[in-house]
């Protein structure tokens, strides 16, 4: 256990604040982790998480300043890139998205994602990865952003509403919304991007996902901070593969499972091949995030992007 020294410490520590784009999806479950196992004390830091519900929520506060990093998707520093914004990732926590394409019960003419020509199509946030995913899933079978709509409907509750009253006829998700789904067979998995085998499959490789992301000229100068974060994230993707689900849950606060922690743990359980073991970007990985921005998104399209400044293994190589 953390001492009462560290603790001081990590008080009198400058606060930094990480964003986190939907603080309760799984996906992202490391950030809030980390703090309930106190590591973030151990390493003398003063954490501050906040949550807003899309990634591209939380991108905007970074560059604005008003936050020092990001727990949210990887593509978002190629995208950026891409319109002369350096940011980097420096703990990866998803080897894949996690995030799965649901068709609603009220939908059944949508077998794939070759029949969403003139249906809506519920994303968090518009600009976020999810609406980048989707783009790209309808362009691989022929399908172009003008052929269907697009519209933001966040996470968990606010996600299975849209879908209940039709608003969306499909969207994309992520534990533990879609077990709530499945469970009362309101939906079904038309894509499933939780594992390595469904991604490679969508996606054709690995697409490193949620991870922790700064400013390039934050990190320059905060390289200790950073090595504190990445020890702290690495212990704690330590912890998530050497655990049960059950103990995993046993973990968080109970307001993130509510009255059914039974369902918690299986949603967790379907999300556990996700993880990254050591936090470190996969081999391939950001050429495949590149390939899928590059089908559909004009900002990347024919655009130089050098990969080597979208993410780093210095300092999570550094943790023993």
């Given at each position: 256990?953390?001492?009462?020294?560290?603790?001081?410490?990590?008080?009198?520590?400058?606060?930094?604040?990480?964003?986190?784009?939907?603080?309760?999806k799984?996906?992202y479950l490391?950030a809030?982790?980390?703090e309930?196992?106190?590591?973030?004390?151990?390493?003398?830091l003063?954490?501050?998480?906040?949550?807003q519900?899309?990634?591209?929520?939380a991108?905007?506060e970074?560059?604005?300043?008003?936050?020092?990093?990001?727990?949210?998707?990887?593509?978002h520093?190629?995208?950026?890139?891409?319109?002369?914004?350096?940011i980097s990732?420096?703990?990866?926590?998803?080897?894949?998205?996690?995030e799965?394409?649901?068709?609603?019960?009220k939908?059944?003419?949508?077998?794939?994602?070759?029949?969403?020509?003139?249906?809506?199509?519920?994303?968090?946030g518009?600009?976020?990865?999810?609406?980048?995913?989707?783009?790209?899933?309808?362009?691989k079978?022929?399908?172009?952003?003008?052929e269907?709509?697009?519209?933001?409907?966040?996470?968990?509750?606010?996600?299975?509403?849209a879908?209940?009253?039709?608003r969306?006829d499909?969207?994309?998700?992520?534990?533990?919304?879609?077990?709530?789904?499945?469970k009362?067979?309101?939906?079904?998995?038309?894509?499933?991007?939780r594992?390595?085998?469904?991604?490679?499959k969508?996606?054709?490789?690995?697409?490193?996902?949620?991870?922790?992301?700064?400013?390039?000229?934050?990190?320059?100068?905060?390289?200790?901070?950073?090595?504190?974060?990445?020890?702290?994230?690495?212990?704690?993707?330590?912890?998530i593969?050497?655990?049960?689900?059950?103990?995993?849950?046993?973990?968080m606060?109970?307001?993130?499972?509510?009255?059914?922690?039974?369902?918690?743990?299986?949603?967790l359980?379907?999300s556990?091949?996700?993880?990254?073991?050591?936090?470190r970007?996969p081999v391939?990985?950001?050429?495949t995030?590149?390939?899928?921005?590059?089908?559909?998104?004009?900002?990347v399209?024919?655009?130089k992007?050098?990969?080597s400044?979208?993410?780093?293994?210095?300092?999570?190589?550094?943790?023993?």
């Amino acid at each position: 256990m953390a001492t009462a020294p560290v603790t001081a410490a990590a008080a009198d520590a400058p606060k930094i604040t990480i964003m986190v784009g939907g603080i309760t999806k799984m996906v992202y479950l490391p950030a809030k982790l980390a703090e309930q196992l106190g590591y973030f004390k151990e390493e003398g830091l003063n954490i501050e998480l906040q949550s807003q519900p899309a990634g591209v929520d939380a991108e905007n506060e970074l560059l604005a300043g008003a936050v020092q990093a990001v727990v949210g998707f990887y593509d978002h520093s190629i995208d950026l890139q891409s319109k002369g914004k350096e940011i980097s990732a420096i703990v990866i926590f998803g080897q894949v998205p996690g995030e799965v394409e649901l068709v609603s019960s009220k939908a059944p003419s949508i077998k794939s994602m070759a029949d969403v020509k003139g249906k809506t199509l519920g994303v968090t946030g518009l600009g976020s990865s999810t609406n980048f995913l989707t783009q790209y899933l309808a362009y691989k079978h022929g399908i172009t952003s003008k052929e269907y709509s697009v519209l933001p409907v966040g996470a968990d509750n606010t996600f299975i509403a849209a879908m209940k009253q039709g608003r969306i006829d499909a969207g994309m998700t992520t534990e533990p919304t879609v077990s709530q789904m499945l469970k009362t067979g309101e939906a079904s998995v038309l894509v499933d991007m939780r594992t390595v085998d469904g991604t490679v499959k969508a996606l054709g490789g690995l697409y490193p996902a949620s991870s922790l992301y700064v400013q390039r000229n934050w990190l320059d100068s905060h390289k200790p901070e950073a090595a504190k974060l990445a020890r702290a994230f690495v212990k704690t993707l330590r912890f998530i593969k050497t655990h049960s689900a059950a103990e995993i849950a046993d973990k968080m606060p109970k307001d993130y499972y509510g009255n059914n922690k039974p369902l918690y743990v299986q949603a967790l359980q379907n999300s556990l091949p996700m993880y990254s073991a050591d936090g470190r970007m996969p081999v391939g990985g950001p050429e495949t995030v590149l390939s899928v921005l590059s089908g559909f998104n004009p900002n990347v399209k024919g655009k130089k992007i050098d990969l080597s400044r979208t993410y780093t293994n210095e300092f999570v190589n550094q943790v023993k």
